[in-house]
Structures are given as structure tokens and as C-alpha cells.
């Protein structure tokens, strides 16, 4: 899918020598430049040459691939799609054109962003069957259930675009994810609602159909503010691709099994769905409300550095950003614009929020630890005003994603040095021993 816009990774003529004291051994591996970031040592050939494996738990140092699709500079806060700064695409693109930016590697032409928006609109739809699934939930399952369970099952209705080794396929599956998920997302919520789903419109844009499909009812015309649908828009696109987070390494890990793209982005969803990830967001809501007023922050502060405590504050820190996550910027900007729009000039959670960053931010743990907010630690309070319930707001992280994930599949899938995924380990268990009768056993 994707057309050559960068550099490969080149091996450039600079190379690392390992000398294992242990054998006096030397061997030597070369090191492969990208177009930006840290290079990389190639270990391909390291248990071959030294007997060794990689030891990294949480891969904190390991590179898992090599990609096009986003490039994150965590010191210096940069966040870069196709290169192109998330700055400049939340403020001058709309989500699906910078889906069409992740998929394609360019940005569109306007005859091609028309005919892509036409696309992604005809495939909003989703088999009337699917809505049976969504009977078999209790009213109040978590609709991050509700959205592995679907989106799963969309592997036993699309039997057309589930060959992997088909481009054709492939790019029908990814517009079908792309299309589907906020249907998928909508009807969720409906169903905890206990109103009727409401079917996707032609006529709106794919943030309005959103909108529309959450908050509409048949019983009168929903009106869409135009100003909250622009900022669902850029909400979206600030959460669509973040290089090989979590649940992007998931999908890339069960897609190399060569499982139908359905099944992987339903990984990545539940992958997306915990606390220390796409969870977070739900989190942070819940502990602004546990925190529940300024003059309890020093102590939640406390309880954030006791290494005895599991408290963390939510929505702070990152693997990779050690600086402000420039999401997290847009994000608080966006805040302020979608609130004044809905004239909430007193929002306690928002004021919590900022005074709790504020001291943070002070505080050396924090400082030391080079731990910022992330880019979950306003959204929860944009979704609150929008009326989101704090259930679905990691389902809206998954509606953006998904677009990121079926990006980082395709890329995966056409990369000719892919294999299946399989990573090694350290074994510390018993030493080989013998089966005990159980009649010997005491
Ligand atoms: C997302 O990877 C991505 O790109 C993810 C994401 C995306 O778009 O896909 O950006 C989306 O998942 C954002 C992160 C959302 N999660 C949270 O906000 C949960 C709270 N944050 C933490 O759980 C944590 O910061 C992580 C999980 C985000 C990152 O953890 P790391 O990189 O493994 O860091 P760590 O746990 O090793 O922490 C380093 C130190 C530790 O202290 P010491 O052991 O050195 O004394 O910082 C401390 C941690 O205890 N620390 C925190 C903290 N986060 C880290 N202390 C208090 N509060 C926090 N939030």
C-alpha cells in the first residue's frame, strides 16, 4: 500500500565488536543508520556468532522492525507522521487525511483525498447479522469488551478480505477497519444505553457520523455543533499512530502469524485497553475524582513517589517522550476551546488537572524521572464534556488507532525481511529432573 517516500535503513560502514571475556571471542555486528533517531546494532546473526541472546524486558532498548510510518523524538517532544510534525496535521488536515497519510505514505491530492473520503464513507456500514452479537453482552459490559468481541467476529462476515497475500484484500480490510470502527464504537454505547443503534450518514464527515451515531436518537434531528465535531476531529488524529506502542507491537506480533488483519486489530484492542496504556485515559478520570479536590493532591503526590505504593498518577509519564508529549499540549489547547464552547467556564476536574500538573512538575520525582503528561491526561476531560461516558474513551483511542495498526500491518506484511515473531528468553526454572509417582509424593 504504501509508496517508497524515505530512505531504507543503511548498513552503514560503521560496526560494533563484542569481545566475550568469557571465550576471548570477538565478533562484530553492524550498525544500520535510519533517516532519523538513534542507529541500530543488527543482532540477527548474535546467537549464531556468540551463543547469546538479547536480554530486554519490556524491549526498553530493542527495535522490533523497521518503519516509515511515525517517527518519535521523546527528548526533544517530536512527534512526526511521513515526517510531517502532528502540530501542523492537527491543525491543517482532517482525520482522514492523515489516514490516508499513515496508509499511502503522502499526502493526498485533492481528487484523491475525495475519492478516499467516498471510500471510507461506503464502507461505514456493517452487517445487519452484527447486531446479534452485541445481544449476547450484559447492558453493562465494558464496551472494550464489547469492541474485542465485535471487531473479532468481523473475521466471520468480510471472508472476502482475509487473504493476507492479497493486496487487493488487504486494502479492503484496512478500509473496512478504518470505516467500521466508529460504528462498531457507537453501537457499543447505544446498546449500554438501551437505545436503538443509529446507522451511519453519507452525508456527514467521518467525525459528525461519530457524533452522530453516539448521540442521536430516531425520536428527533441531531444537531452537530460544528466546533465539537472539529474537535473530535483533531482528538483523532492526535491518537492515530504512535510508532511500536504496545498495542501496535500486538498487532505486528499477531500478524506475523499471518492471522486475518480482524483478529490482529481485536488484539491490539485489548492490548490497547490497559491502565498502563490506552486504559490510561479512563484512569486519569477516575483518579481526578478519587483525588477529588486540590488540597488532596500533595498527599496523592506522596503516594505517587512511594515506591511501596502502586498509586501512579495517571496520564504522566512515557517510555519514550522525556519531554512534553506534544499531544498532550494540543490536547490541554483543545480543552480550553471545546469547554469555552460549551460555556463550562467552572470544570473542578480540569482545574484539579492543571494544578495537579503544576505541582508535579515542580516536584524533583517527577522532574528527576523526566515524567511529563502524556497525551491521556486531558482527553478524558474534553470526553467528559462531550458528554462521553468515562467507559468509552479508551474505545475512541481504538477508533483512531485502528487506522495506525492496519498501517503498521501493512507495512509488516510487505516487508520483505518480516518473519513470525518469536521472541527468546532467560530460563531460571528447575533443572531437568524426573516424573514422581504421585504415591511417592509427600
Ligand atoms: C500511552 O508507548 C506509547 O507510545 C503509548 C501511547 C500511544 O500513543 O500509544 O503514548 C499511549 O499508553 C500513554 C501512557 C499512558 N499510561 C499512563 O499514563 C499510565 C501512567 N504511566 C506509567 O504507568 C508509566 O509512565 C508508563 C507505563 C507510561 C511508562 O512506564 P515505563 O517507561 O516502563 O517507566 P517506568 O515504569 O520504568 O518508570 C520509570 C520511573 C519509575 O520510578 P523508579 O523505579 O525509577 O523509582 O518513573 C516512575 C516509576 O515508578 N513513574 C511514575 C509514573 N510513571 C513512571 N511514578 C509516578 N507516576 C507515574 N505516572
Request: hydrophobic share 35%.
Amino acid at each position: 500500500m504504501s509508496k517508497k517516500t524515505s530512505a531504507a535503513a543503511t548498513s552503514s560502514n560503521s560496526n560494533v565488536t563484542v569481545t566475550d571475556n568469557v571465550s576471548g571471542k570477538e565478533s562484530t555486528f553492524p550498525i544500520l543508520t535510519g533517516t532519523e533517531g538513534p542507529p541500530v546494532i543488527d543482532i540477527r546473526r548474535l546467537y549464531a556468532e556468540t551463543g547469546y541472546f538479547t536480554y530486554d524486558p519490556g524491549f526498553v532498548a530493542t527495535g522490533s522492525c523497521e518503519s516509515k510510518i511515525t517517527y518519535i523524538d521523546g527528548d526533544n517532544g517530536i512527534l512526526l507522521h511521513r515526517g510531517y510534525p502532528i502540530e501542523q496535521l492537527a491543525e491543517n488536515s482532517d482525520f482522514l487525511e492523515v489516514c490516508y497519510l499513515l496508509l499511502y505514505g503522502e499526502l493526498p491530492t485533492s481528487d484523491q483525498k475525495s475519492e478516499f473520503d467516498r471510500a471510507i464513507t461506503l464502507h461505514t456500514m456493517l452487517h445487519e447479522q452484527l447486531t446479534n452479537f452485541y445481544r449476547g453482552f450484559r447492558r453493562d459490559a465494558h464496551p472494550m469488551a464489547i469492541m474485542c468481541g465485535v471487531v473479532g467476529a468481523l473475521s466471520a462476515f468480510y471472508h472476502d478480505s482475509t487473504d493476507i497475500s492479497d493486496p487487493h484484500q488487504r486494502m479492503v480490510a484496512s478500509y473496512r477497519m478504518v470505516a467500521k470502527m466508529p460504528t462498531i464504537a457507537g453501537w457499543a454505547y447505544k446498546y449500554s444505553l438501551g437505545q436503538p443503534f443509529i446507522y451511519p450518514r453519507n452525508d456527514l464527515d467521518f467525525a459528525e457520523n461519530f457524533l452522530h451515531m453516539m448521540f442521536a436518537t430516531p425520536c428527533e434531528d441531531y444537531e452537530i455543533n460544528p466546533v465539537i465535531a472539529k474537535a473530535m476531529d483533531r482528538i483523532l488524529i492526535l491518537h492515530a499512530d504512535h510508532e511500536q506502542n504496545a498495542s501496535t507491537s500486538t498487532v505486528r506480533l499477531t500478524g506475523s502469524s499471518g492471522a486475518n488483519p480482524f483478529a490482529c486489530i481485536s488484539a491490539g484492542i485489548a492490548s490497547l485497553w490497559g491502565p498502563a496504556h490506552g486504559g490510561a485515559n479512563e484512569a486519569v478520570l477516575n483518579m481526578l475524582r478519587e483525588i477529588g479536590s486540590k488540597e488532596n493532591i500533595p498527599n496523592y503526590i506522596k503516594k505517587a513517589k512511594d515506591p511501596d505504593d502502586p498509586f501512579r498518577i495517571m496520564g504522566f509519564g512515557h517510555r519514550v517522550y522525556k519531554n512534553f508529549d506534544p499531544r498532550a499540549k494540543i490536547m490541554r489547547e483543545t480543552c480550553h476551546s471545546v469547554l469555552d464552547e460549551l460555556d463550562i467556564r467552572d470544570e473542578p476536574l480540569l482545574d484539579l488537572a492543571m494544578e495537579l500538573e503544576r505541582i508535579a512538575l515542580e516536584d524533583e520525582y517527577f522532574v528527576d524521572r523526566k515524567l511529563y503528561p502524556n497525551v491521556d491526561f486531558y482527553s478524558g476531560i474534553i470526553f467528559q464534556a462531550l458528554g462521553i461516558p468515562t467507559t468509552m474513551f479508551t474505545v475512541l483511542f481504538a477508533v483512531a488507532r485502528t487506522v495506525g495498526w492496519i498501517a503498521q500491518w501493512n507495512e509488516m506484511i510487505e516487508d520483505p525481511s518480516q518473519k513470525i515473531g518469536r521472541p527468546r528468553q532467560l530460563y531460571t526454572g528447575a533443572d531437568r529432573r524426573d516424573h514422581i509417582p504421585i504415591s511417592e509424593r509427600s
